[in-house]
Each structure stands twice: as C-alpha cells, then as structure tokens.
C-alpha cells in the first residue's frame, strides 16, 4: 500500500480542527504550569509550596471516572460532543479571569479552589476534545493529526508562558488573567461552527459505559500485554513531565527576569516546536507510530539533559535559548508520538472514556510526583535533580521492546466516522 502524501493530509478541515482544539486544550494547563507558579513566585510564596501546587492538577489523572458520563449522555441542542465543549470552555473562560482577582498572601485557599476548579473543567475539555478529535480522524491521519494537535497544544503554552509574563511587568495581575481568558474564545467559536460526529452507536447505558471501555481494553490486548501498555503510558513522559514541572522558577533562580524568560526562554521554542511536531506527524506517516516512539524518544532524553548542562552555565540567555529549542523539538516529537500511540490504542465506540483513562495515567508524574520537585531541588540543587530527571526517563524507553518492537507490524482498527 503506498504512503498517502503528506499534504494532502495537513492542509485539510480536520487538521484546522486540530489546530484550534489543541490550543484551547494546552491553555487551561500551561496556566497552571507556567502563569500560576510565576505569580506565586513574583508574590513571594516560598517554593515548597509552589511545588505542592501541582497537587492541584489530580483532576488530569482522575478524569477517567467522569468520562463514561460524557462518552453516554448529551447536553441539549449541540450534541453529545459539542455540547460539552462548549460548556466546558465557558467555564474555563470565567475561571481563569476569576482567578487574578485574588491575593497570594491574603487569599491563598482561594487561589487553591479556583486552581483546582480549572484543572477540573480542563481536564473534562480534554475528555471531550480527545474523544472529538479521535472519532474524525481515519487511522492514517492519526499521527498527523495528533502532531498538529500536540503542536497547537505547546504554542498555547506561549500565551501564559510568554505573552501574559510579559504583561505582567506592565499591567496589574487581574488585567493579565483576563488578557488570557480571552485566549479562550477561538475554541468557543469552533465548537460552534463544527459538525457533530456520527458514531455508530454510542453506549445504550450508564452501565455500559462505564464497565465495556475497560472489559473490551483488556480483552483485546490480554491481561499481561494490557499491563504493559498501561506501565508504558505511565512512564514514558515521566522524566521529561518532572524536568520541566519548575521550569520558570529554575529560570528566574538563575537570575532571568519575567520579561527575559517571556521573551528568550518560550520564544526560543515556539519555531523547534513547530519544526518538531510537524516533522513528527511527517515522518510517521513514512516511519510508522512504533519506530517513531524510538526515535523521538531518544532525542526527548537528551533534551533533559540539556537542563542540566544549563544549571551549570547559569544566566547565559544563549545558553538558554539552545537548551529551551532543543527541548521543545525532542518535546514535540516524543509527545506527538506519545499521543498518536494513545490514540491508536482507544476504540472508536469507547473513545471518551479509554482515551480518558490512558491520557489520565499519562497525567500521574504530572500531578504526584510533580508535587515533589520543589522538595527534590531543595535537597539536590537544579543540576543532580535533572540528572534525576533523565534516569527516570529510561524505564518507559525500555518498554518499547514489548509495546512497541521496532520492527512490529500493528494491525488497523476500526475506522472511526467523520462528521458529515
């Protein structure tokens, strides 16, 4: 069977889909990651407790539970899919402007429960997004569909990265917070100009859609193999999830300001990003998702690396734009590989609700162990804790020999359907 030409796969409405979804996806997030630790930091909270924060994102490892409730009912008018979006993207708006109304000093349990509120109605925008994107998409536009989406994803993370730190220095916090709610309304607007997908059959009970996703999972695969994909989800981003878990504070420790790490430090990512996603969803058309994972992998270890080599340069802003390009090209290759392997693994007819419970395992050295950086660092200092880092990233490389053997040959699953 000949490889379909890469162009005339991208410059597609399905990839134009993927491009919008996946910027209000990676939003909600980089928030939470980049933009909330900044303010803590810039208001003088102590590191420990920034650290801890990222207790806040267990929603992202929990989602799993709530999904078969999206993947069964529907909310009125919009659909099944639609519906949710757009409930969930509202909410999302009015949180994250809601937010910088508040004191870090003086209303710190606030802070928390509008924090965790976000990563709530974030993660169940995931849900349906993922699902939304996966029922689109036939299974040769997978990893040039996840790529673009993967690449969408990391350039909204220059929004409360870049642009809102830069604001910072200029505007009070609550008109920056705003600013960046408003990032919101091209997600808003797509929910309502796309069609909904026609699925077969969706599940006919609450039952079903709790208990088929997991039986049919693991029946497909057997228990022992089951396992393993499982273990190999958890782990494979883990290294690379922990090393970048305090990334603008361990810029602003090495003596950076708000508007040089705006400026240098994101922007210096936003073309290897680009470059690194599409030639991820490029050469898998012609690599194929396994060999990719390999590949991209191997360059997303080095790319750690690189933030221990820049520990020991300390301020350099040379230093510093290499070692943030390089990471986001091995960042954007491994992890559009990673989900493309996500999607490839979910079936069509439980799509919500497996997508879910993968990409919420994924999320666990997110939220658990990225609560323990801040401690890790205060004990080792920035440049041992990366070395950390890249150890802990060899255990998922490994895993490949079961999951994803290099030369496999995996079979095609059902097509999922595209929106009429």
Same mark, same amino acid.
């Given at each position: ?306 933030? &221990? ?30 989900? &493309? ?14 997508? &879910? ?64």
């Amino acid at each position: 069977m000949s490889t379909p030409d890469w162009k005339q796969l991208l410059f597609t409405r399905r990839m134009a889909i993927c491009l919008v979804s996946g910027f209000s996806s990676g939003l909600p997030l980089y928030i939470l990651i980049n933009l909330v630790p900044a303010w803590l930091k810039s208001e003088h909270v102590d590191l420990k407790t920034i650290g801890f924060f990222a207790l806040i994102q267990f929603p992202y490892t929990w989602k799993f539970v709530w999904s078969p409730l999206m993947d069964r009912f529907s909310l009125p008018h919009l659909g099944r899919r639609r519906g949710w979006m757009l409930l969930t993207q509202c909410v999302l708006l009015a949180i994250i402007a809601g937010t910088g109304l508040f004191s870090p000093t003086l209303d710190i349990w606030t802070i928390v429960t509008f924090a965790g509120l976000l990563a709530f109605f974030s993660a169940s925008q995931d849900i349906v997004l993922d699902a939304y994107r996966r029922e689109i998409l036939s299974e040769v536009e997978l990893g040039l569909g996840n790529s673009v989406f993967v690449n969408a994803y990391r350039i909204a993370g220059l929004v409360p990265g870049a642009l809102s730190l830069i604001l910072a220095d200029h505007l009070a916090w609550s008109q920056v917070f705003l600013c960046t709610a408003l990032f919101m309304l091209p997600g808003v607007i797509l929910t309502l100009l796309v069609k909904e997908p026609h699925l077969s059959r969706p599940p006919a009970t609450l039952r079903e859609a709790v208990v088929e996703p997991f039986h049919e999972f693991m029946t497909r695969h057997g228990w022992q193999t089951a396992l393993l994909i499982l273990g190999f989800i958890f782990l494979y981003k883990l290294g690379d999830s922990m090393a970048t878990a305090l990334a603008t504070p361990f810029y602003l420790d090495l003596g950076f300001s708000k508007s040089q790490i705006g400026l240098i430090a994101k922007n210096a990512g936003l073309w290897p990003s680009v470059i690194g996603a599409l030639l991820g969803g490029i050469w898998m058309i012609k690599l194929g998702i396994n060999r990719a994972l390999w590949l991209f992998g191997l360059v997303q270890l080095g790319s750690i690396l690189g933030f &221990a080599w820049l520990a020991g340069r300390g301020a350099d802003p040379l230093a510093l734009a290499a070692v943030i390009s390089f990471e986001a090209l091995g960042v954007g290759l491994g992890t559009a590989a990673f989900t &493309a392997f996500i999607a490839r693994t979910t079936h069509p007819r439980y799509t919500a609700t497996q997508y &879910a419970l993968f990409t919420s395992l994924a999320a666990v050295p997110r939220t658990v162990f990225n609560s323990m950086t801040g401690v890790l660092v205060s004990h080792l200092g920035w440049q041992m804790f990366f070395w950390v880092c890249a150890l802990l990233a060899i255990p998922g490389m490994l895993l490949l020999f079961k999951v994803a053997p290099w030369n496999a040959q995996v079979p095609q699953s059902t097509q999922p359907a595209k929106p009429a």
